[in-house]
């Protein structure tokens, strides 16, 4: 990824490599192609991260500046004249999943049990949970509203070959930062027994998270409350 600016009274250019994230949101509308360049822009709505600068390709979000640089790359872009373009100079093979198994053998049958995902690059975080009823996997995904062959496998090695996945009905997240905190937030509902809700509060859940971890303990996390 190049960073380019063009400050007031003459030229000048920083190259620096870094990546660009997010791809798992955004892989139905880009293909990476080698050498291509793309613009970058502000993004000052993201309920994410209000220093948000995203990734352009005719006129589509095609993916971000990482957050570490982010905030940087905004306030640089507030000066006129100064851009930012990206160049793809590598392509990233997806490295293997890795899963987080939390044990929940203190509530309900301790046969029963429940795995967040964690799908590197290409996914997200999901919800696979056979709490309440052994006999079926409850997939939670806040994304995608299918199981991908490579999320299948993972979950018939956890829960057993030919095990029968159901998709359930949960929150979808806006943009593309928010899949772990929303997969969090669907563990806290079923740990606490609670129908998950319709929608989450996303523009709380991060500091509701951050509020948890220094009181080390989960609560339920806030729900979006629409106007009548």
Known sequence: MAASSIPEHHCSTVSFNTCICEYHAYMKVWTPVMGETMDCECEPGNSSDPYAVAVIKNHIIVGHVPWLISAACFLFLQHDGHTISTTVSDLLIPVKRRHLEIDLNTINDPANDLEVEEQIWLEGWIVASTIGNDKEVSVYDSIYTSVDAEARHIIEKK????????????????????????????????????????????????????????????????????NK
């Open 159 to 226: 829960f057993g070959r030919g095990s029968v996945i159901r998709m359930e009905k949960c929150p979808n997240q806006n943009g593309s930062c928010d899949c772990g905190v929303f997969a969090i937030a669907k563990c806290t509902c079923i740990c606490y027994e609670l129908k998950i809700p319709a929608n989450f509060d996303q523009t709380q859940m991060r500091q509701h998270l951050l509020e948890c971890l220094q009181q080390l303990q989960l609560k339920p996390f806030p729900k979006h409350m629409f």
